[in-house]
């Protein structure tokens, strides 16, 4: 989550980033994408590759997942953040 938002599931080792993310802490250099990503966090803890493309069936197990999740009313904790000088 961020700021109450759902970022990305995890099963096992595979993690799911959501597209079309709006909200981010000021820190975060990525901004999201309008497409699904999904990492093998075993192999690839770095998440430099996507393995959306050829896992289309998990792409949609845990999106699915991800829909079924309730979501908070407010942000967990919405102090972090970058203080500006």
């Known amino acids: 989550?961020?700021?109450g938002e759902l970022h990305a599931v995890r099963k096992g080792p595979r993690k799911l980033i959501l597209p079309d993310r709006?909200?981010?802490?000021g820190y975060v250099k990525d901004k999201g994408s309008s497409e699904a990503e999904l990492y093998n966090?075993?192999?690839?803890?770095?998440?430099?590759?996507?393995?959306?493309?050829r896992r289309k069936e998990l792409?949609?197990?845990l999106t699915?997942?991800?829909?079924?999740l309730p979501i908070?009313?407010?942000?967990?904790?919405?102090?972090?953040?970058?203080?500006?000088?």
């Open 64 to 68: 699915a997942y991800a829909k079924k």
């Open 72 to 85: 908070p009313d407010a942000p967990y904790d919405d102090r972090i953040g970058i203080r500006r000088r």
């Open 41 to 53: 966090l075993k192999q690839d803890i770095g998440e430099a590759t996507d393995h959306a493309q």
């Open 22 to 25: 709006q909200k981010h802490y």
């Open 1 to 3: 989550f961020c700021k």
């Open 59 to 61: 792409v949609d197990e």
